[in-house]
T-cell receptor, first 116, second 112 residues
Framework: KAGVTQTPRYLIKTRGQQVTLSCSPI?????VSWYQQTPGQGLQFLFE???????NKGNFPGRFSGRQFSNSRSEMNVSTLELGDSALYLC???????????????FGEGSWLTVV | QKEVEQDPGPLSVPEGAIVSLNCTYS??????FMWYRQYSRKGPELLMY????GNKEDGRFTAQVDKSSKYISLFIRDSQPSDSATYLC????????????FGKGITLSVRP
């Protein structure tokens, strides 16, 4: 069974540009979450989607947005990139959006974004 | 005060040592507790999860939750060099709109 797949794995962008990251969840998983990981702040929740609807959102500015498609694949977009956006962006998938013992969250390997 | 605090490390131990990793939290609504292991340049992988208080054992790993003290621990027995990684605690309330809140992680190095 394939895991969570994220593309691209590595990318370098210039300040002011925008970036789109893609995530394919595990087959059958309908919930997709996005996290930002930095050395200073650790793993921080960005947002969660289920059945193409954003169900939960973290404390990030509006430059960070996402969407989910009917096949559960998800994209996140960061506009007007800042140096501080350099981070590992992790996608996670689960069967549904309710965190219960039977609904484990699985992470992809992440997309490393460097803003110069 | 952050919702989840984790010892910052790093931690270096000799092979075969017993390792104790700890997190404290402030949100009494948390009921679902997890430990993730993250190897360098990889995504986190779920190691252990515990629902509510108590202990859970899986091979060399034991997860412990003390809700009265708002304290969780992960014990690694007979540590191996392959255990060298960053360990993250994570927790959440259960139900709709629940989301994982992570500790910052501690990097463990097991010396052969």
């Amino acid at each position: 069974k394939a895991g969570v797949t994220q593309t691209p794995r590595y990318l370098i962008k210039t300040r002011g540009q925008q970036v789109t990251l893609s995530c394919s969840p595990i087959s059958g998983h309908r919930s997709v979450s996005w996290y930002q990981q930095t050395p200073g702040q650790g793993l921080q929740f960005l947002f969660e989607y289920f059945s193409e609807t954003q169900r939960n959102k973290g404390n990030f500015p509006g430059r960070f947005s996402g969407r989910q498609f009917s096949n559960s694949r998800s994209e996140m977009n960061v506009s007007t990139l800042e140096l501080g956006d350099s981070a590992l962006y992790l996608c996670a998938s689960s069967l549904d959006y309710t965190l219960t013992p039977g609904n484990t969250i699985y992470f992809g390997e992440g997309s490393w974004l460097t803003v110069v | 005060q952050k919702e989840v605090e984790q010892d910052p490390g790093p931690l270096s131990v000799p092979e075969g040592a017993i390792v104790s990793l700890n997190c404290t939290y402030s949100n009494s609504a948390f009921q679902y507790f997890m430990w993730y292991r993250q190897y360098s340049r990889k995504g986190p992988e779920l190691l252990m999860y515990t629902y509510s208080s108590g202990n859970k054992e899986d091979g060399r790993f034991t997860a412990q939750v003390d809700k009265s003290s708002k304290y969780i621990s992960l014990f690694i027995r007979d540590s191996q060099p392959s255990d060298s990684a960053t360990y993250l605690c994570a927790m959440s309330w259960t139900g709709a709109n629940s989301k994982l809140t992570f500790g910052k992680g501690i990097t463990l190095s097991v010396r052969p």
